[in-house]
């Protein structure tokens, strides 16, 4: 791959090639059950078939396509087994591995960014990328002092691709949400494109990635590599070991999914308190484990800035919910934005649909996994339950997009992780406004 396709004409054509390689093949699928193969076998080979077309286009376009990809990785979880199973390992490859750019651009792009002798800033550099996410790729080196880096590369037309998938997405995200009555949707994707576009400037998280670093300086429990390098499309950074998160989804002991998960839940809910920042792309791409126990954080791309911690109507509303106060609740979620005065809504209603969130919180530990993902997923998108529609009359206040992503993606990946996690301690400590009942009361 030498180039990203840019133009939304090449890019929509090509995410056109999902819908019609599967129609295809599953009537390539249907002959072959007519000529005798079992079905199951069928079912498998076209599921495998997908799941490879999946990874391959969306990989191969990046941009915002491969994020939209992340984020499936992440809420499979969310599905039953036996649809989740044939694309989690395709899905998760999209995580940190997807086709490279060529060599030739990835050294113009260096010398662009660093210099015609670009080389000469290192001891040692391979050109083979140790990863490949959605607008750029990492690579191996030695820095000209010795210390090992890593080194993010953009890809040569990144944020074109960026904001042309976002375009796309935008004017199918209008068409399909003009029906639901309480959701305000053109803020929301005004926010959501201003806070994707700082992703494709490097100098920008580079800064971000330096204001987390000195916030969990010498913190026992966490390791974030200091800040070497910078440009608008290159980053280099201290190179981080460590036993990825996805690893640890797919094969690690008990031990080590309730170490990660605390983790991982602690750095995100304590992230904005202690750094004014929130580090609002949570897949498993991003963090290791490392081999003594603290917690490796990367990739400060995509960052929500909260100068003074995460808003503590938050704190407050989740607060009233545990309290069973339902006209406190629904009065402050007016008040904040998420339900529009001109929406009628019952108050117990939203108190009920609001719930079965509340569960971590309801006893000092709580164990995240599929099966309570699951449930929950079922529940909302029943339509026999007395609450379906208060859904329907929720809006997202344009100033909690990048937290309503941070959270509700964090949720999934602690499920694909099945660790225990202390979350009520946590949520205590780091939420501004939190003050919750003693569980003797609930």
């Not at 791959?1 to 249907?30: C, D, H, N, Y």
């Not at 201290?238 to 640890?248: A, E, F, K, M």
């Not at 920042?277 to 290791?288: I, K, M, Q, S, T």
């Amino acid at each position: 791959m030498s180039e990203l396709p840019r133009k939304s004409v090449t890019r929509a054509a090509r995410l056109a090639t999902l819908p019609l390689g599967i129609g295809a093949r599953a009537a390539v699928g249907l002959g072959k059950r007519v000529g005798g193969r079992p079905a199951e076998a069928v079912t498998a080979e076209l599921q495998a078939q997908t799941a490879e077309q999946l990874f391959k286009v969306l990989g191969g376009l990046k941009g915002g396509a491969m994020k939209f990809g992340q984020s499936m990785s992440m809420f499979e979880a969310a599905l039953p087994e036996e649809l989740a199973a044939p694309y989690r390992a395709t899905l998760t490859k999209l995580q940190d591995t997807a086709p490279a750019m060529s060599t030739t651009s990835l050294h113009a792009v260096l010398a662009d960014q660093m210099g015609v002798r670009w080389r000469s800033k290192f001891r040692e550099f391979d050109d083979k990328p140790r990863a490949a996410a959605s607008i750029g790729q990492v690579h191996h080196a030695v820095w000209r002092d010795g210390r090992e880096v890593a080194v993010k590369v953009q890809y040569p037309g990144a944020a074109e691709a960026l904001m042309s998938d976002l375009n796309q997405l935008s004017r199918v995200a209008r068409m399909s949400t003009s029906w639901v009555p309480g959701l305000d949707v053109v803020p929301i994707l005004r926010e959501l494109k201003g806070r994707m576009a700082e992703e494709t400037d490097y100098s920008l998280e580079a800064a971000m990635h330096e204001q987390f670093a000195e916030a969990f300086a010498d913190d026992p429990d966490f390791l974030l590599p200091e800040m070497v390098f910078a440009t608008e499309q290159v980053i280099v950074s201290d190179w981080l070991d460590g036993v990825p998160l996805s690893r640890i989804i797919e094969s690690g002991t008990q031990e080590e999914r309730d170490l990660a998960a605390a983790r991982y839940f602690e750095f995100l809910v304590s992230g904005p308190e202690r750094a004014g920042l929130l580090h609002a792309d949570p897949h498993p791409g991003n963090f290791r484990l490392l081999p003594d126990g603290r917690f490796g954080v990367l990739d400060f791309g995509a960052v929500n800035r909260l100068p003074d911690g995460l808003p503590s109507a938050m704190g407050e509303l989740i607060t009233a919910a545990l309290h069973g106060d339902e006209l406190t609740l629904l009065d402050g979620l007016r008040e904040e934005g998420f339900v529009k005065r001109s929406i009628d809504v019952d108050a117990q209603d939203v108190l009920d649909y609001l719930g079965v969130f509340l569960k971590p919180l309801r006893s000092n530990e709580f164990r995240f996994d599929r099966d309570w993902l699951r449930g929950i997923f079922n529940y909302l998108n029943d339509p026999r339950n007395a609450t379906f529609t208060v859904g329907l009359r929720l809006n997202l206040p344009p100033n909690y997009v990048m937290i309503h992503r941070a959270w509700l993606g964090g949720i999934a990946v602690l499920c694909q992780i099945g660790g225990t996690v202390p979350a009520r301690e946590v949520f205590d400590r780091w939420v501004p406004g939190a003050d919750l009942p003693p569980l003797s009361r609930q």
